[in-house]
């Protein structure tokens, strides 16, 4: 692992850890089943139908997977590389009763064999963490069996250019949509001097059709799909992309 990825995979176990207090607050909403949003659950629906076998790499507190299953996956195999980010998951799986297993790996390195699964899930702060974006790729189309789906919902590339000020959205000018990474501020989320790579949305969209999957769907929406702190920045409120989903498909065997 490169020092950047050390160093981030620190500030993340040390970001869990700190989120503990929010133990029972996870639990409620990953009984809810509130994280997965109408936008996911429309686009998945039928996929979901199907019953599918689920990974979600870089799988964090793990609330996803459990409205994943309740939304009809056959099971939710959750990654990451946070050791209290995966013990804090599997906990709240297991008291919910939830069909949702969880491995430590990292993206590249997933430790699951080739092909072995219908539906590859992602995001809600993913992609900002690849140093490679190629490589995410490849590793998430490597997952996919023939036919199987790579769905991505995250924060829109531009997002993180916008400021959070209350009268008028306003773009920072320490930031750019072209740039290579920022450190993460003191403020935001989960800090610790962390740091994130930036993205544009054709990069992304290139990464995954070089991957050998074939775009089917893809949208942006104006609401964030998480606003820290519940804040009601200016430019959330409708001018401006926060979020975007991908839906693509491995090529069926011929």
């Known amino acids: 692992m490169d020092p950047i990825s050390r160093a981030n995979r620190i500030a993340w176990e040390q970001a869990h850890q700190d989120r503990v207090w929010a133990d029972d607050e996870m639990l409620a909403e990953a009984a809810a089943g509130v994280t997965l949003i ?4 429309a686009l998945l629906q039928d996929i979901l139908a199907t019953r599918p076998l ?4 870089q799988s964090g507190n793990g609330q996803d997977d459990i409205a994943l299953v309740r939304a ?4 939710v195999v959750g990654v990451d590389y946070s050791e209290n980010a995966v013990a804090g998951a599997r906990g709240r799986a297991d008291a919910l009763g939830a069909a949702c297993h969880y491995l430590l790996g990292t993206v590249p390195g997933v ?3 080739d092909g072995c699964v219908d539906l590859v899930y ?4 993913a992609l900002i963490w690849m140093p490679d974006i190629d ?3 490849a590793e998430l189309a490597r997952l996919l069996r023939p036919g199987g789906h790579l769905f991505v919902h995250d924060g829109h590339p531009a997002t993180d250019l916008w400021t959070w000020d209350l009268d008028e959205p306003r773009i920072r000018p320490d930031r750019s949509y072209f740039g290579r990474s920022f450190v993460c501020a003191d403020d935001s989320f989960p800090a610790y001097g962390a740091v994130m790579f930036q993205w544009t949305l054709g990069r992304i969209v290139t990464a ?3 991957a050998g999957l074939e775009v089917r769907q893809l949208a942006e929406y104006a609401e964030p799909f998480w606003r820290m702190g519940d804040t009601d920045a200016a430019a959330f409120r409708g ?4 979020a975007f989903a991908l839906l693509a498909r491995r090529p069926a065997a011929r």
């Open 135 to 137: 490589a995410w790729a």
């Open 54 to 57: 689920v990974v979600h790499p």
């Open 208 to 210: 995954v059709v070089d």
């Open 111 to 113: 430790p699951l064999r």
């Open 38 to 41: 109408s936008s996911e659950r």
């Open 239 to 242: 001018r401006l992309p926060n």
């Open 122 to 125: 992602t995001g809600k702060g």
């Open 72 to 75: 009809g996956a056959r099971m």
